[in-house]
């Protein structure tokens, strides 16, 4: 058995994770290939309030300003909105400020004493 030339330990590879396994060339060179990555975009979700008889509509107003950043006359017309069709949306967030919103809309609602509900949705 012929004797195997000792190999020097391989280098540990320094390509970053876009780039292919590459391809040998005629002069023995190697040709690297970027794979195309694509990073999608986060999926987006509403938050919508939904209607019921109890809770005071000035709750309601204060809840769509203090957690949804509304001025009075768009809080006013989403809350009206709600009343009248059942539940409408306060905005539209990534998954995980979605469900801080309506954690926080649900706690500040049930520490008041009105059954708001409050709930989010893909988008
Ligand atoms: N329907 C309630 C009332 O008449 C007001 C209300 C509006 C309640 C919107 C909930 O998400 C709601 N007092």
């Known amino acids: 058995m012929p004797d195997s030339p000792r190999q020097p330990p391989k280098p540990p590879s320094i390509r970053p994770p876009d780039v292919g396994p590459g391809r040998e060339d005629a002069d023995g060179t190697t040709t690297l290939e970027r794979i195309a990555q694509r990073t999608e ?3 987006l979700y509403q938050v919508l309030l939904l209607n019921d008889d109890f809770t005071p509509m000035e709750f309601v107003v204060m809840v769509l300003q203090e957690f949804f950043r509304l001025d009075l006359d768009t809080a006013t017309q989403i809350m009206l909105k709600i009343h009248h069709e059942g539940r409408g949306v306060c905005g539209v967030f990534t998954k995980d400020v979605a469900a801080t919103k309506v954690e926080l809309v ?4 049930r520490r008041a004493g009105h059954p708001l509900q409050c709930i989010m949705e893909a988008a």
């Open 106 to 109: 649900l706690g500040a609602a």
């Open 41 to 43: 975009p986060p999926r």
